[in-house]
């Protein structure tokens, strides 16, 4: 084999077909308004929480959506990084969608600790 100084790296694609969907259609199902999040990242933007921690509420979202739970609950995303959020709703504010994002963060606690 031949060393040409680079590797192809492995696909990051996402099998949603085998993915576990329980807790996305119960988050989905406690905050409808959820389904109307188009990733634009005001909610980010704007967070006080994130201006001083590592939070970042579009992250979190992503993660949810894409059904990685695990990485939500891994060593650099714990589920006690989503109560670093102060439920200020200046994410809220600014949501050009009025995605409920304070009831998000708690539905989203709620899921995780079960």
């Known amino acids: 084999m031949i060393n040409f100084g680079y590797k192809i790296s492995t696909p990051r694609s996402i099998d949603m077909d085998s993915a576990d969907s329980r807790l996305y259609c119960q988050l989905v199902e406690a905050v409808p308004s959820y389904r ?25 979202h992503f993660l949810f959506s894409r059904r990685q739970y ?8 714990t589920d006690t990084d989503l109560n670093k959020c102060m439920l200020c709703g200046k994410c809220s504010l600014v949501c050009p969608r009025g995605v409920n994002t304070r009831g998000l963060i708690l539905q989203m606690r709620k899921l995780l600790l079960k």
């Open 36 to 60: 109307y999040c188009i990733g634009c990242g005001g909610c980010t933007a704007t967070c006080s929480a994130g201006q001083f921690t590592d939070f970042n509420i579009r992250k979190a």
């Open 70 to 77: 695990d990485k939500l609950a891994s060593d650099t995303f």
